[in-house]
Antibody, heavy 125, light 111 residues
Framework: QVQLQESGPGLVKPSETLFLTCTVS????????WSWVRRPPGKGLEWIGY???????NYNPSLQSRLTILVETSKNQFSLKLTSVTAEDTATYYC???????????????????WGQGTTVTVSS | DIVVTQSPLSLSVTPGEPASISCRSS???????????LDWYLQKPGQSPQLLIY???NRASGVPDRFSGSGSGTDFTLRISRVEAEDAGVYYC????????FGQGTKVEIK
């Protein structure tokens, strides 16, 4: 079965760039959408964005100016790059697969059906 | 942007009793396909979120039938017919009509 594993630095300095990677195992990254979600301490979930295996992306408008999501199919990985981080970016970051769960009209509806265990990132000097 | 508001923000339930959580969106979540674009997720303590309900009323694979989703337009409800101890956690609705937005979450405690 498909498993996801986030990796990256646990500590990032303010104004620097956060880079996280999600490695997909037990299945191919091809044919799916892949997303990032975060949960700041003491707060709720925030959707960050997603990428299709071909490279098409969709970002949270509030993060769009600082955010890039990339996919590297040869490594079965996708990544998140967030620039100019502040303490507000401190959170547990999750990667998840957006899977086709139901046919809708001429395409499919997608929901996040497989999640990584999450990685905690602290922004502090 | 579509704003999603959940209520209550916390809930304490006795095992075996029913529970319900409301989710309201700032605009209709009706898609041109006729489906309502809303998911429900549960994040149990120490775990990653898990999908419960998609398209407002469809249980995800492996989800017990004590969970049900309903609603239309801007008002949606997640119901648990008989709460069990394992149902503790934070429940989130998420609209998927325009990008994606989570509600604030509802923390469910089992008495």
């Amino acid at each position: 079965q498909v498993q996801l594993q986030e990796s990256g630095p646990g500590l990032v300095k303010p104004s620097e760039t956060l880079f996280l990677t999600c490695t997909v195992s037990g299945g191919s990254i091809g044919g799916y959408y892949w997303s990032w979600v975060r949960r700041p301490p003491g707060k709720g979930l925030e959707w960050i964005g997603y990428i299709y295996y071909s490279g098409n992306t969709n970002y949270n408008p509030s993060l769009q100016s600082r955010l890039t999501i990339l996919v590297e199919t040869s490594k079965n990985q996708f990544s998140l790059k967030l620039t100019s981080v502040t303490a507000e970016d401190t959170a547990t970051y999750y990667c998840a697969r957006l899977n086709r769960v139901a046919p809708v009209s001429n395409y499919y509806y997608h929901s996040m059906d497989v999640w990584g265990q999450g990685t905690t990132v602290t922004v502090s000097s | 942007d579509i704003v999603v508001t959940q209520s209550p923000l916390s809930l304490s339930v006795t095992p075996g009793e029913p529970a319900s959580i409301s989710c309201r969106s700032s605009q209709s979540l009706l898609h041109s396909s006729g489906y309502y674009y809303l998911d429900w997720y549960l994040q149990k303590p120490g775990q990653s979120p898990q999908l419960l309900i998609y398209l407002a009323s469809n249980r995800a694979s492996g989800v017990p039938d004590r969970f049900s989703g309903s609603g239309s337009g801007t008002d949606f409800t997640l119901r648990i017919s008989r709460v069990e101890a394992e149902d503790a956690g934070v429940y989130y609705c998420m609209q998927t009509l325009q990008t994606r937005t989570f509600g604030q979450g509802t923390k469910v405690e089992i008495k």
